[in-house]
C-alpha cells in the first residue's frame, strides 16, 4: 500500500526564515500531493496541493516542489510569521486510489 | 455555512459506554471519511464511504460501526469505549471517490474516556 514519510517531525526558525518540510511516497502511480495545516485545536485546512504533471506550484510565501523520479516532494514557506506556527500534513493520494495517506506531521514553530 | 459539521465537539464519557458521533456536509460530495488523530497528531483512515457504500473499512476494532443513511451523512457509533479510544476524531469529505481535489475536514470531535 502507499506509504508516505515526512521529515522532520519538529522545525523551529526565526521569524522571517525559510522553513522546508519533505516528504517522500512509495507508490510511484501517486499523482496527487496535498499539503494541510493545523492549527492548535482546529481542524486540517489545505494551503495547496501539486499534481503529478507539474513540477512546482506557488502561492504567495507557499510553494510546492514534486520530483516524481525521485518521488518526494516539498513545502516551502518564506519570510514566515508567528501565526504559521501550526502542524503541516503531507498526503498523496495515487490513481483510482479511495483514499489520500498521510504523513506524520511536522510541528513548525515560528519564534518572534 | 459550515460545510463538513460534526457533533459534538466534545465528549467525555467513562468506560463501557455506548457513543455516537454524527458528521454531515453541504458540500455536496460523494465521499465521507472518519480519521482518528491520536495524541501524536498522526491522522488513521479508519472508514470511508461513497454514495452510501461502504469503500474502506481498515483494521478497527468492531466495536465502531460507521452508518450513512445517505451520501450527506456519516456517523460513528463506538460500543464498550475502551480508554485508548481517547482521541480526536475527523469527519472528512470529497469530491469524489478518488480524493483528486483533496477533503474538506470537519471541526473535530474530542473523545476522552475516563
Known amino acids: 500500500g502507499e506509504n508516505v514519510e515526512q521529515h522532520p517531525s519538529t522545525l523551529s526558525v526565526q521569524e522571517g526564515d525559510s522553513a522546508v518540510i519533505k516528504c517522500t511516497y512509495s507508490d510511484s502511480a501517486s499523482n496527487y500531493f496535498p499539503w494541510y495545516k493545523q492549527e492548535l485545536g482546529k481542524r486540517p485546512q489545505l494551503i495547496i496541493d501539486i499534481r503529478s504533471n507539474v513540477g512546482e506550484k506557488k502561492d504567495q510565501r507557499i510553494a510546492v516542489t514534486l520530483n516524481k523520479t525521485a518521488k518526494h516532494f516539498s513545502l516551502h514557506i518564506t519570510e514566515t510569521q508567528p501565526e504559521d506556527s501550526a502542524v503541516y500534513f503531507c498526503?498523496?493520494?495515487?490513481?483510482?486510489?479511495?483514499?489520500?495517506?498521510f504523513g506524520e506531521g511536522t510541528q513548525l514553530t515560528v519564534n518572534p | 455555512d459550515t460545510a463538513v459539521s460534526q457533533t459534538p465537539k466534545y465528549l467525555v464519557t467513562q468506560m463501557g459506554n455506548d457513543k455516537s458521533i454524527k458528521c454531515e456536509q453541504n458540500?455536496?460530495?460523494?465521499?465521507m471519511y472518519w480519521y482518528k488523530q491520536d495524541s501524536k497528531k498522526f491522522l488513521k483512515i479508519m472508514f470511508s464511504y461513497n454514495n452510501k457504500e461502504l469503500i474502506i473499512n481498515e483494521t478497527v476494532p468492531n466495536r465502531f460501526s460507521p452508518k450513512s443513511p445517505d451520501k450527506a451523512h456519516l456517523n460513528l457509533h463506538i460500543n464498550s469505549l475502551e480508554l485508548g479510544d481517547s482521541a480526536v476524531y475527523f469527519c472528512a469529505s470529497s469530491q469524489e471517490l478518488t480524493p483528486d481535489y483533496g477533503y474538506t475536514f470537519g471541526s473535530g470531535t474530542r473523545l476522552t474516556v475516563v
Open positions: 458540500l455536496g460530495h460523494d465521499t
Open positions: 498526503a498523496a493520494s495515487f490513481t483510482s486510489g479511495s483514499r489520500l495517506t
